[in-house]
């Protein structure tokens, strides 16, 4: 099983299934947090490949750091910052707040600095890959231009898709992670003139952005209980029809899913923790029983509790 961890200093993945020695650890670092105390994060990969996840808490002034011999792409998922900046050296830097479903490409070698003060819970998504998972690609050839706070679906569906297949940990996935990697080093290379221009659609039904802040924020603070639609409709001041359909319109799931989602999210940062019994995650999760836990969560990451925990060991 590929290495996880959870921690403040930087994560040493696996390289074809052996844990990288020191010397060759210091080849391959992560991102740098600065504090690191606030911050939880996991990460999991191996060989070519390695995904993290950061979540960032509210009210914080948060650093990135990051120049190794990695491509590393940043998904940020959710949140949103009060201020910051998004530097990568040689490019403008960007001071947009709004960074909802905003990517930043870091080609290999290159220094890049952000720092966040955030304005509500946000998660990063670090998506690490070593440019020989690009050597097939004829687009890796011409090098991938650094790029800071851009929008493209089709480079974030396939960036969703390779850190799934990383974080399913299937020892035969190889092949398919090979082929993800060449189809984001083709969007990737995509100059903003090869891009196909299309009037955007505009976007009916869905929630404003201040509400899904409170939305997200209400979710977040009742992770152990079973939220009611009827409370976030309210909070989003909608009927419960209208909520169900503009929150599944904003974030591609129905409000139910996304907070399971949100719930998996957390047990695993709570895995890492020895020290916590997997019936007390089940518990402050607000799940009766343990099996029920394990059932759920087996379903949304393919492992139990106990076979996602033996991967700190």
């Not at 990051?66 to 900046?85: C, D, T």
């Not at 299937?170 to 080093?185: D, H, K």
């Not at 907070?259 to 009766?288: N, W």
Request: glycine share 6%; with cysteine; proline share 5%.
């Amino acid at each position: 099983m590929p290495q996880m961890a959870v921690s403040a200093s930087p994560i040493r993945p696996m390289e074809e299934m052996q844990i990288f020695r020191s010397s060759e650890a210091a080849l391959h670092p992560t991102v740098s947090i600065t504090p690191s105390e606030p911050v939880k994060r996991l990460g999991i990969g191996w060989r070519w490949w390695f995904s993290e996840s950061v979540h960032l808490p509210v009210g914080n002034r948060i650093e990135f750091r990051f120049q190794g011999s990695r491509h590393l792409l940043a998904l940020y998922n959710e949140g949103a910052r009060k201020s910051g900046e998004t530097s990568i050296d040689g490019l403008c830097s960007s001071k947009l707040r709004g960074s909802e479903q905003k990517l930043t490409f870091v080609p290999a070698g290159r220094a890049y600095r952000e720092w966040h003060e955030t304005a509500s819970s946000a998660q990063v998504t670090f998506l690490y890959f070593d440019p020989a998972a690009l050597h097939k690609s004829d687009d890796s050839k011409n090098g991938l231009a650094a790029k800071i706070y851009f929008e493209d679906p089709l480079v974030w569906e396939t960036a969703s898709k390779l850190k799934k297949a990383i974080e399913s940990a299937e020892t035969n996935c190889a092949p398919y992670l090979e082929a993800l990697c060449g189809v984001l080093a083709h969007e990737l290379s995509r100059s903003d003139h090869d891009l196909v221009r299309e009037p955007t659609p505009v976007s009916r039904g869905g929630l404003a952005g201040w509400q899904k802040r409170v939305v997200v924020e209400y979710v977040e603070e009742h992770l152990g209980e079973q939220v009611c639609l009827l409370k976030l409709a309210e909070l989003a001041r909608l009927s419960v029809h209208h909520f169900c359909r503009a929150f599944k319109k904003s974030f591609g799931i129905p409000a139910y899913q996304y907070q399971v989602q949100r719930r998996m999210e957390f047990a695993k940062s709570r895995l890492a923790d020895r020290a916590v019994s997997i019936t007390d995650i089940a518990l402050s999760l607000g799940y009766a029983q343990t099996s029920s836990f394990s059932s759920a969560f087996r379903k949304a990451t393919g492992w139990t509790p106990t076979e996602y925990r033996r991967g700190f060991e």
